[in-house]
T-cell receptor, first 111, second 116 residues
């Protein structure tokens, strides 16, 4: 069964600290993996896309990694800011198939 | 920037009512989607459309229908609202392949529907 599991479910960190969010998937065949950020009261917004051949990709303070062999991805946030408080959703796309969404990780950054 | 607009942020309806959720996108995207989002669950696809007057069932279409009479507008219809349809409803659009390969989903800000 195609599944995407994210951990932790929620996380609280102090402003300025780093954190890493995890995404494990069993989707096959694999096409790509996206991370979305969803602010409270808003729709999700794409942060980055990882294709099969990519291991690491950065978008400002966000760095995504992909290990296609172990079917794991991570999203690392450096020097967190209050505005990073949001839900982060991992979405895996399978060729010729629909998207599979993770349940998300809720991040709260405290001052 | 792509803008996806959902007509209502909050709706409160009674059981048995017919409910219309409207979504409009302004970037000429071929594909449009309706999802519902519930705590602890991932987004679940209700219906999608890859062309005007075309519609396809998603994972949880029961109790819902859709209409796409114009390319920019995609409506979700709850024929007879029930309490288990209380949820956040998100509309999205995208270019290209319907499953979003190579093209991100652009979401509206959601409609929080409460059925009492």
């Amino acid at each position: 069964k195609n599944q995407v599991e994210q951990s932790p479910q929620s996380l609280i960190i102090l402003e300025g600290k780093n954190c890493t969010l995890q995404c494990n998937y069993t989707v096959s065949p694999f096409s790509n993996l996206r991370w979305y950020k969803q602010d409270t009261g808003r729709g999700p917004v794409s942060l980055t896309i990882m294709t099969f051949s990519e291991n690491t990709k950065s978008n400002g303070r966000y760095t995504a990694t992909l290990d296609a062999d172990t079917k794991q991805s991570s999203l690392h946030i450096t020097a967190s800011q209050l505005s990073d408080s949001a839900s982060y959703i991992c979405v895996v796309s399978s060729r010729g198939n629909k998207l599979v969404f993770g349940a998300g990780t809720i991040l709260r950054v405290k001052s | 920037d792509v803008k996806v607009t959902q007509s209502s942020r909050y709706l409160v309806k009674r059981t048995g009512e017919k409910v219309f959720l409207e979504c409009v996108q302004d970037m000429d995207h071929e594909n449009m989607f309706w999802y519902r989002q519930d705590p602890g669950l991932g987004l679940r696809l209700i219906y999608f459309s890859y062309d005007v007057k075309m519609k396809e069932k998603g994972d949880i279409p029961e109790g819902y229908s859709v209409s796409r009479e114009k390319k920019e507008r995609f409506s979700l219809i709850l024929e007879s609202a029930s309490t288990n349809q209380t949820s956040m409803y998100l509309c999205a659009s995208s270019l290209g392949d319907w499953d979003g390969v190579g093209s991100p989903l652009h979401f509206g800000n959601g409609t929080r529907l409460t059925v009492t």
